[in-house]
């Protein structure tokens, strides 16, 4: 069982938007504005998609953003496009003694 | 470019230790602006924090894992190690080196391409 709560997958359609959710609790998630989410590809290692919980590295697609309320912080894909399917995860900063947490994963389908 | 690339053996046999390279190319390994971690993927689970170091040997631990990691720094050679004692197969997986900016910011990048290692009698 992961510390951070995913669904398991989510589907939309080319060109909709989607969101991935992301639970944690109070110690983690809603105390710190330190969650990044991670693309991974098939085979392939996690990429860097947002960190700080808003913020997007150099070259990622305004496309995706995030956003936090309260213990859960989400990624929202606009415009959906074949490329984006993949596995997501979130990660969170938890605390002076756990230090990082990551998220079960989602499986993003396009349809 | 920043690089990293892991090494070690692909397959350990239970109650034995597990250990792994991770190669650091295209920049210092001793810069003080970055730490060096270990994450690793079980066969089609989620993701994992092991561990990580800072350059000047300051090491922070997975609370569930701490008793049998251990994670050093060869800065000389750039590279950064891993050794998982006594494992089962429950500590199969995929594992990935990455640098992070610090232990709080969670912002792992780059990521190693990750090697098997498969425990297994």
């Known amino acids: 069982q992961s510390a951070l709560t995913q669904p398991a997958s989510v589907s939309g359609s080319p060109g909709q938007s989607i969101t991935i959710s992301c639970t944690g609790t109070s110690s983690d998630v809603g105390s710190y504005n330190l969650v990044s989410w991670y693309q991974q590809h098939p085979g392939k290692a996690p990429k860097l998609m947002i960190y700080?919980?808003?913020k997007r590295p150099s070259g990622i697609s305004t496309r995706f953003s995030g956003s936090k309320s309260g213990n859960t912080a989400s990624l929202t894909i606009s415009g959906l496009q074949a490329e984006d399917e993949a596995d997501y995860y979130c990660?969170?900063?938890?605390?002076?003694?756990?230090?990082?947490?990551f998220g079960g994963g989602t499986k993003l389908t396009v349809l | 470019q920043l690089q990293l690339q892991e090494s070690g053996p692909g397959l350990v046999k239970p109650s034995e230790t597990l250990s792994l390279t991770c190669s650091v190319s295209g920049a210092s390994i001793s810069s003080s602006s970055y730490y060096w971690g270990w994450i690793r993927q079980s066969p089609g689970k989620g993701l994992e924090w092991i561990a990580s170091i800072y350059y000047s040997g300051i090491t922070y631990y997975n609370p569930s894992l701490k008793s049998r990691v251990t994670i050093s720094v060869d800065s000389p050679k750039s590279q950064f190690s891993l050794k998982l004692s006594s494992v089962t197969a429950a500590d199969t997986a995929v594992y990935y080196c990455?640098?992070?900016?610090?232990?709080?910011?969670?912002?792992?990048?780059?990521w190693g391409q990750g090697t098997l290692v498969t425990v297994s009698s």
């Open positions: 990455a640098r992070h900016s610090s232990m709080t910011t969670v912002v792992f990048d780059p």
């Open positions: 990660c969170s900063y938890g605390g002076s003694s756990t230090y990082v947490l």
């Open positions: 700080e919980v808003t």
